[in-house]
């Protein structure tokens, strides 16, 4: 792993392969692969992952290190899949957009309970709290972050999401219309 700690500053750290498997975040996040390493991320995110020949493998994505005692990269290969897209618009614009809630999902003993809300995002307009738990999403019962995710994008944003909330020992219906994360960070 080769990653820059400053503006001239880089750092080289060595390891191996822990797992290949994918990775779901509490941002609303997840890859169906990744490479997760044995190697202490000694810099940024966006740093180089090598194999021993000296081939790119994969981009440094996160040190997780404190918590999970590994590094996740992700594969060139998703790069090489979309790397026309990529090269041409900056971004991939083949695969469907996918609604933004501005939530924190996280799993507990078997459920899904929001951690927190983004101010002013989609979940919070439409009345999603923190310490709710999420029983279903579009009727489907949700055990799990994935399930949560997938249910989520079968939706385009500006489309309305279908949740069963608990909360305060009362179960309801509440609909929330997803935005797109790419308007938040343009706007």
């Known amino acids: ?8 500053g880089r750092r080289v750290s060595g390891g191996y392969v822990s797992s290949m498997e ?5 941002w609303e996040y997840m890859i169906d692969k990744t490479i997760r390493v044995t190697a202490f991320n ?6 180089t992952l090598a194999n021993f020949h000296g081939e790119l493998i994969g981009v ?22 979309y790397a026309q897209e990529l090269k041409q618009h900056g971004q991939v614009r083949s695969r469907p957009r996918r609604p ?4 924190y999902p996280e799993g507990m003993a078997g459920h899904v309970v929001i951690g927190g809300v983004v101010p002013n995002g989609p ?7 923190q310490g709710d738990i999420i029983l279903t999403v579009e009727k489907r019962e949700i055990r799990s972050r994935q399930e949560l995710y997938q249910e989520m994008w079968k939706k385009r944003p500006g ?6 909330i608990l909360r305060d020992d009362q179960s309801f ?12 960070y343009r706007s």
């Not at 792993?1 to 001239?8: E, H, Y």
């Not at 979940?123 to 709290?129: N, R, S, V, W």
């Open 1 to 8: 792993m080769i990653a820059s700690s400053g503006q001239v």
């Open 22 to 26: 994918p990775y779901d975040g509490q």
């Open 42 to 47: 000694p810099g940024f995110g966006g740093g």
């Open 60 to 81: 440094v994505s996160l040190n997780l290190n404190e918590v999970a005692k590994f590094s996740l990269a992700i594969p060139i290969d998703y790069y090489r899949a």
């Open 100 to 103: 933004w809630l501005g939530f």
């Open 123 to 129: 979940a919070a307009k439409f009345g999603l709290k």
């Open 159 to 164: 489309e309305r999401i279908s949740f069963k």
């Open 173 to 184: 219906d509440l609909d929330v219309v997803g935005g797109d994360r790419a308007d938040r």
